[in-house]
C-alpha cells in the first residue's frame, strides 16, 4: 500500500493514509514523499482529508470505524489491486513474481537488470531495492515489474492479489503452506495460483520452478502457456558454485556466465535464475543480464547487514516462515563456515500467530547455534516446539531483557540473524547500541 501510495502521489494525485504502528523503511519513504499518514483508524478522519477515492488494503477490515463510516455514507472506494490495474496496468507488458518466498527479492532482481539495460521498468515491491533506493515507480516505460502477492485483496474481494494484475510474463517461485488466517490448505492456495496463471496469454511466459510439486499440480489443471523450468536438472540451474558464493548459469546445457555477487544462499541463486528467464523474455539476453545481478545491491531487510560492533554482525531479515527460517541459516553458514549463528525471531505473522507450523519450527533452526525466541505477542507457547534444541533455546515474552541477555552470551565473530516481519521493536537498532556501549566500557 505504500508502493501504490508513492504511485499515485507520482501521478499527481495528493495522497493521505492511515495504519497503525509504521516502522521503517516505508514509514521513511512515505515521510520523505510528503504523504501524511493518520495513526489508527477512526472515522473522523473522513472529514479532515475527504477524498474523492479510498484505496482499501486488505489489512482494512470490517469493524474498523473508518471502513464502517465508508461503507455507511457510501462512499467511493476500490481495492488496491484493482486501482493500479486500471490506472497503471493497463497496455503494460507486466511481469509478475509470485512465490511463498523470494518474490521481493526476486522481482528487485529482476526491476534491476531491466534497469541496467536500459528498459527504464516502473514497478511495486513488498521491500525497497537498494538499487533504486525506493519501493516502487512508474514509468513511460512498457514494462512494469510487481511483486504478485497470494495473499487476498480486500474485504470485499477475497481473491489473491495477483488475479488483478494480468502478466504477459510471470515468476512462480514456490509455493508452500502459509496464510493460514485465510487459506484453509494447500489445495486452495494452488487454485489461486491457478487463477494466474489462466490470465497469462498464449504468447506470453511462464518461468516456473520444475521442483515445486504444489506448482505441478496447479499447472496440471491446465496450462495455456509456453512454460520454462529452473532447477537442479531443469533447462535453468545452477552450474559449479565457488567459495566466494559466486555461481555458474546453465541454460540447456550450455554455460551462459559467472553472476558474481554480494548474495548468499541456493534460494537466492535460484531467485536469479528466474529473474534471467523472465528478462530474457523482455529482451534482455542473458549474458547481459548476469552482468546486472554482479552489480544488484539487494534489499532492505533481506539479510541486510545492520552494523558490526566488536567483531559481531548483526543482520536483518524478513523471514517469517520455518522455510524461510532455514534456508537464510543455511544461506549465513555457507558464508560464515564454523562462526557461531545467533538466530533472534518472533513468530509474528498471522500463520505463526496460529500455531499452524509449530512442528517445523525446530527443524527450521538447526543449522544455528544459539535461538532466541520473542513470544510476547502470541496467543502460544512455543517452548514445546522448541524443546528439540535443548539448551541452545531461550524463549523470552519482553523484549528488553532478552536484548540484555543476548547481548551478555555474545562473543567476537558470532553472526547475530534476527528475523521477523515487523520492526522487531528496532531490536537491530537496541542491540547495537548495547553492544557498542559495552565496548566503550571495556576500551
Given at each position: ?11 499527481g ?12 523503511p ?10 501524511e499518514l ?27 470505524p ?26 503494460k507488458?507486466?511481469?509478475?513474481v ?7 527479492t ?69 509455493l508452500?503452506y ?30 516456473v ?47 551462459q ?15 536469479a ?11 534482455v ?16 531487510r ?44 518472533e ?97
Open positions: 500500500m505504500g508502493g501504490l501510495a508513492k504511485i499515485a502521489a507520482e501521478r494525485h495528493v495522497v493521505t493514509g492511515c495504519d497503525a504502528q509504521v516502522y521503517p516505508m514509514s521513511e519513504q512515505l515521510r520523505s514523499l510528503g504523504i493518520h495513526e489508527g483508524y477512526d472515522a473522523a478522519q473522513l472529514e479532515r482529508y475527504k477524498a474523492d477515492l479510498f484505496v482499501v488494503g486488505n489489512a482494512m477490515t470490517r469493524g474498523k473508518v471502513v464502517e463510516a465508508i461503507l455507511d455514507r457510501g462512499l467511493r472506494y476500490a481495492s488496491g489491486p484493482q486501482w493500479l490495474a486500471e490506472n497503471v496496468l493497463m497496455d507488458w507486466v511481469l509478475a509470485a512465490g511463498t518466498h523470494g518474490k521481493s526476486t522481482s528487485s532482481m529482476l526491476a534491476w537488470i531491466l534497469e541496467d539495460n536500459g528498459l527504464d521498468p516502473g514497478f511495486l515491491i513488498g521491500g525497497i531495492a537498494r538499487n533504486f533506493g525506493i519501493s516502487a515507480r512508474a514509468t513511460a516505460s512498457r514494462f512494469f515489474v510487481i511483486e504478485a502477492d497470494e495473499y487476498d485483496t480486500a474485504f470485499f474481494d477475497k481473491r489473491s492479489k495477483f488475479v488483478w494484475y494480468r502478466p504477459r510474463t510471470a515468476a512462480l517461485l514456490n508452500e502459509d496464510h493460514a488466517d485465510i487459506f484453509p490448505d494447500v489445495a486452495a492456495i494452488e487454485t489461486q495460483f491457478h487463477h494466474l496463471v489462466r490470465t497469462v496469454p498464449s504468447q506470453g511466459l511462464l518461468v520452478n520444475g521442483h515445486a510439486s504444489a506448482l505441478k499440480r496447479a499447472l496440471a489443471r491446465g496450462v495455456w502457456t509456453p512454460v520454462e523450468r529452473f532447477g537442479p536438472g531443469e533447462p535453468w540451474c545452477v552450474g559449479p558454485i565457488h567459495a566466494d558464493d559466486s555461481f555458474e548459469v546453465m541454460v540447456d546445457g550450455a554455460r556466465g559467472t553472476v558474481c555477487w554480494g548474495l548468499m544462499g541456493e534460494h537466492n541463486r535460484e531467485n535464475l528466474a529473474a534471467l528467464a523472465c528478462a530474457r523474455h523482455a529482451g539476453p542473458v549474458a547481459k543480464g548476469i552482468e546486472s545481478l554482479g552489480r544488484f545491491e539487494g534489499v532492505k533481506r539479510m541486510e547487514l545492520r552494523g558490526i560492533v566488536g567483531g559481531i554482525h548483526v543482520y536483518d531479515d524478513f523471514a517469517h516462515h520455518p522455510t524461510a527460517f532455514e534456508t537464510t541459516i543455511d544461506g549465513l553458514r555457507r558464508r560464515v563456515g564454523k562462526a557461531r549463528i545467533v538466530a533472534v525471531f513468530p509474528r505473522s498471522n500463520t505463526m500467530k496460529q500455531g499452524t507450523m509449530q512442528d517445523r519450527l525446530a527443524r527450521s533452526f538447526g543449522g544455528a547455534d544459539l535461538v532466541y525466541c520473542y513470544a510476547g505477542e502470541i496467543g502460544w507457547d512455543p517452548a514445546h516446539a522448541l524443546a528439540p534444541l535443548g539448551s541452545r533455546v531461550s524463549i523470552h515474552e519482553d523484549l528488553d531483557p532478552m536484548i540484555e541477555k543476548l547481548a551478555r552470551a555474545l562473543r567476537p565473530g558470532d553472526h547475530v540473524l534476527a528475523m521477523s516481519n515487523g520492526g522487531f521493536g528496532n531490536l537491530h537498532g537496541k542491540l547495537l547500541d548495547r553492544l557498542t556501549m559495552a565496548e566503550r566500557a571495556s576500551a
